[in-house]
């Protein structure tokens, strides 16, 4: 079974700030990643696939890069609205989530 | 509209059982996977298994495997989630989703909003 690990488990930043969001997969996944977004009470948002595709609807300021077993997921500018806990997913092989980043607002 | 309606939040005791279930529309229900997804209170997303509805054939997660049964009506396009005997550890919210590809290990583009399984004595 494949692996992913998140890191940091939680996160605060101040509105405006850069954020980055690491997740490391226990195998390659070549670029089989995705991102998501969880706001308290709703079910997960897709906001990134394939490792840098932005989901449609989804705004610029997130972007997804990496490929192999590393990959990030960042925020250029945080804003109130991303109070949320991110996911991501490998779907290379059935599909694993990481154990999730929640990004708290300072 | 292209949708995932899930059944409504459930009260059970220990020992009964339960049939939760995700009715597709606005798409070829036949043409895509639906896979369910446990988060356990205050927990991460774990997938329990998917079926594909054209034929039935079921996967399980190792860690589900004889613990739930996942079936399919495609007459109905609706698929559920059962329970035989019910345990406060299968107190969860249950998504049911869709991968945006056909029958592939896709990622997920299409949710349920989740249905709140409490089990309580």
């Known amino acids: 079974d494949i692996q992913m690990t998140q890191s940091p488990s939680t996160l605060s930043a101040s509105v405006g700030d850069r954020v980055t969001i690491t997740c490391r997969a226990s195998q390659s996944i070549s670029s089989w990643l995705a991102w998501y977004q969880q706001k308290p009470g709703k079910a997960p948002k897709l906001l990134i696939y394939k490792a840098s595709n932005l989901e449609s609807g989804v705004p610029a300021r997130f972007s997804g890069s990496g490929s192999g077993t590393e990959f990030t997921l960042t925020i250029s500018s945080l804003q109130p609205d991303d109070l949320a806990i991110y996911y991501c997913?490998?779907?290379?092989?059935?599909?694993?989530f990481g154990q999730g980043t929640k990004v708290e607002i300072k | 509209e292209v949708q995932l309606v899930q059944s409504g939040a459930e009260v059970k005791k220990p020992g009964e059982s339960l049939r939760i279930s995700c009715q597709g529309s606005?798409?070829?229900?036949?043409?895509?996977?639906i896979s369910w997804v446990r988060q356990m209170p205050g927990k991460g997303l774990e997938c329990m298994g998917r079926i594909d509805p054209s034929d039935s054939s079921i996967e399980y997660s190792p860690s589900f495997q004889g613990h739930v049964t996942i079936s399919a009506d495609k007459s109905i396009s609706t698929a559920y989630l059962q329970w035989s005997s019910l345990k406060a550890s299968d107190t969860a919210i249950y998504y049911c989703?869709?991968?945006?590809?056909?029958?592939?290990?896709?990622?997920?583009?299409?949710w349920g909003r989740g249905t709140v399984v409490t089990v309580s004595s």
């Open positions: 997913q490998q779907y290379n092989s059935y599909w694993t």
């Open positions: 989703a869709r991968p945006a590809r056909p029958t592939s290990y896709w990622y997920f583009d299409l």
């Open positions: 606005g798409y070829s229900f036949t043409s895509y996977w």
